[in-house]
């Protein structure tokens, strides 16, 4: 192959994957934000047993939070931070909190469910941020020589 026609391909190879992984982007933010999360799920009370915060430097503290079901435990995905003070009643004063069962998982809320849509829409996302950064990068430097 002849060395110029391959620059030619070097040079075409990132802003074509850049525009390739934009457009996966593009129709998963689509798929991913047009369902109706508030109909997967079924709302349930449950009673929170256990609340962990964990937090590291500068960061709010994650709540890793159990809550108890039909007698058995799970563990509540998605509780925002901002919700200890509920969750922390919750358990001192055995009342309860709703949740959303989805395919035998708990969730704060419906919109805490991460489906597979969502989550190939936050991996385009950031592999089309890092192409897009790359190609700055490749920018400035062709800008400076």
């Known amino acids: 192959m002849d060395p110029n026609k391959k620059e030619r391909h070097k040079?075409?190879?990132?802003?074509?994957?850049f525009v390739l992984l934009l457009i996966i982007t593009i129709i998963f933010h689509q798929r991913a934000y047009s369902r109706d999360k508030e109909?997967?799920?079924?709302v349930v009370s449950v009673q929170v047993t256990d609340i962990k915060?964990?937090?590291?430097?500068?960061t709010p503290g994650k709540l890793q939070v159990t809550a108890s079901y039909q007698g058995e435990s799970y563990k509540l995905h998605g509780v925002p931070s901002s919700?200890?003070?509920?969750?922390?009643?919750?358990?001192?004063?055995?009342?309860?909190?709703?949740?959303?069962?989805y395919d035998g998982k708990l969730y704060h809320s419906p919109t805490s469910i991460l489906l597979l849509d969502d989550k190939i829409y936050y991996a385009a996302l950031a592999a089309t941020f890092f192409l897009f950064c790359l190609m700055s990068v490749k920018l400035m430097e062709k800008l400076r020589s």
């Open 83 to 101: 919700a200890h003070f509920a969750m922390e009643n919750s358990r001192k004063y055995h009342s309860t909190v709703s949740a959303v069962l």
């Open 39 to 42: 109909t997967l799920g079924t």
């Open 11 to 17: 040079k075409i190879l990132l802003p074509a994957a």
């Open 53 to 58: 915060v964990s937090s590291s430097g500068l």
